[in-house]
């Protein structure tokens, strides 16, 4: 029996700290002992009891890393350090079947659907792990999964070098894709943000960056752009102003990929999208190839990677995290240590 400290949901705005007791494990499951936990903005939701589904008395967190405290029949033994794969498919709908599970009709998340890794130990399936190498710590490891969701962005989008990206939020999804579209070898990427924090970190990434509050931000990638506006435009923040917005930036028979969520019903400009031809992709978390493909560009940039995270907190500081993760005049990337 394995036995720590875990944090749990109570419903809106409300987290009691506990013990989770795990007694036995599936042969197909592993033990993990939880190192880091980054928080997403899916975390933000659930805590502000607007996500749709999740239930009471759970534990949140899904990008984490950690070390293997109990696993048998596999070719990972214990003490290994590793991320997982939190998305949980069933293999039996039509999506799973055609190699799209990571789009399964009845898709759920470690963290959302499962108890997740705001907590000493967590249970994942074995075959969701993947070993880290000794040279990337366990912190920078936590990032591996946001990251996988910008490998998804750039696949899907399939940018060329000298195509106009215009990236809609500069949190930490958006700067995920921003940098695999850079590491794709895309020359013109342009950020909107408002926030003067994430501005300047945006900065250090050596992105273009547009305020749209100080300037007309359709002029601006208009006049950059000789008048045809984005290729390839990526809306990451869920905001409605901002997806009405995403049309007017693109150009004729152009691409816009839908990055973020919005817990509300934002009105689109389809009338423009049928004028331009416009192309619309949603693009929902990542496939085996993005995760691995995330996995490499965390290690090959880790040392960049240090300006992404801006402030690490303790397990029992989880509610201040989460404020303070939620502030983005002051954070991008929060993550929680777990000891």
């Given at each position: ?212 509050t100080k300037e007309n931000l359709r002029d601006k990638i ?118």
């Open positions: 029996m394995y036995s720590g400290k875990a944090v749990y949901w109570e419903g809106k705005n409300k987290l009691k700290e506990g013990e989770i007791i795990i007694s036995d494990l599936g042969e197909d499951q592993a033990l993990i002992e939880v190192k880091y936990c980054g928080i997403c903005g899916t975390d933000l939701a659930i805590y502000k009891g607007i996500h749709p589904r999740v239930k009471m008395h759970l534990i949140l967190g899904h990008e984490f890393s950690g070390v293997i405290k109990y696993i048998k029949g596999s070719s990972l033994r214990e003490g290994d350090k590793v991320v997982a794969n939190p998305l949980i498919s069933c293999g039996n709908c039509n999506p799973c079947k055609s190699g799209y599970s990571y789009i399964c009709q009845n898709l759920k998340l470690i963290g959302i659907d499962r108890n997740g890794a705001f907590s000493k130990y967590v249970v994942v399936d074995k075959d969701k792990l993947y070993k880290i190498p000794d040279g990337l710590n366990l912190k920078t490891a936590s990032l591996i999964e946001p990251f996988a969701v910008g490998a998804h962005a750039e696949r899907v989008a399939c940018p060329k070098k000298r195509d106009i990206v215009v990236i809609l939020g500069g949190g930490p999804i958006g700067i995920a894709a921003g940098l695999f579209f850079k590491d794709s070898g895309v020359e013109n990427i342009y950020f909107s943000e408002i926030s003067n924090y994430r501005l300047e970190v945006l900065k250090k990434f050596k992105f273009n960056v547009i305020n749209p208009k006049k950059i752009s000789g008048g045809k506006l984005a290729d390839i435009v990526i809306e990451a923040t869920g905001a409605c102003g901002s997806v009405f917005t995403m049309v007017s930036l693109a150009k004729i028979r152009g691409l816009i990929i839908l990055l973020g969520i919005s817990h509300k019903h934002p009105v689109v400009d389809f009338m423009n999208v049928v004028f331009k031809e416009l192309t619309i992709r949603g693009v929902r978390v990542y496939s085996d190839e993005d995760f691995s493909s995330a996995i490499d560009f965390v290690i090959n940039n880790k040392e960049k990677l240090k300006d992404y995270i801006s402030e690490i907190f303790k397990l029992d500081e989880l509610k201040k995290a989460l404020t303070y993760a939620d502030d983005s005049t002051k954070s991008m990337k929060v993550v929680v240590e777990i000891t």
